[in-house]
Structures are given as C-alpha cells and as structure tokens.
C-alpha cells in the first residue's frame, strides 16, 4: 500500500509540473504570476480517499491570501481542489481535475482609493 501511495504522490508531482511547462497554462497565468507579489496558502482540509486499488480522490480546502505588486489582494476563501486518479497501466494518471472557490474578494490599495477619491473630486 505505502509503494501505491508514494506512486500516486509522484503522479501529482508530475501532473504540476507538466502544467507549469504547458505553454497553455503559462499564456493565461503569466499576467496573474508576473503581477503577484506575495501568495499564502493556509490549509484547512487535506484529504486523500483511496476508492479501491487503483482509484483514488485527493481534495484540499484552504484559503488563498494573494498580493499584487499594485497594493491590491485577492482573498480566495474556501479554494478548493479534487483530483480523481486511476492506476492505468501500471502508472497513476490524473483523469479529472476540478477546482472552486467562494466569490473572490479584493481589496484595494488605501494609496489607489485616495488617488480615485481625489481624481473624482477634482473632477467635480
């Protein structure tokens, strides 16, 4: 059992990674990655349920603190990952993927707000 769980954690590793190379990922995260200045990731649920031997569903529930080099932040409440994998030939494939979160909320920089507040009253 403890070899189909260090395969299956292997399996995740090389399921991230392959994301992270894919030109796919990169193009729609690029801005976001380039503009981040600080992440932190708190867990609240790990969880790994082995259906049968060569089934197995991993989720994780945390909350994302994520600061932009602009002042702003974006809070992920209650991010969410399932990941479905299947021992396929001998190797574990990750054959679905599903990830959610609670409405994201931001929080603007205090120096934006008064440049907008300004802005809009001398505007006026």
Request: hydrophobic share 40%; proline share 1%; aromatic share 6%.
């Amino acid at each position: 059992m403890l070899q189909n769980i260090t395969d299956l954690l292997a399996a995740m590793r090389e399921y991230e990674n392959r994301c992270r190379q894919s030109k796919v990922f990169t193009l729609l995260t690029k801005s976001t990655i380039l503009s981040l200045k600080q992440q932190k990731l708190s867990t609240i649920k790990e969880k790994i349920n082995v259906i049968d031997t060569n089934l197995v569903l991993v989720g994780w529930t945390g909350n994302i603190l994520a600061h932009s080099k602009n002042g702003n932040t974006m809070i992920m409440n209650n991010y969410s990952v399932t990941n479905v994998f299947k021992k396929i030939n001998g190797k574990w494939r990750l054959i679905h993927s599903l990830e959610s979160s609670l409405p994201t909320e931001m929080e603007k920089s205090k120096k934006l707000i008064f440049l907008i507040s300004i802005f809009l009253h001398s505007s006026s």
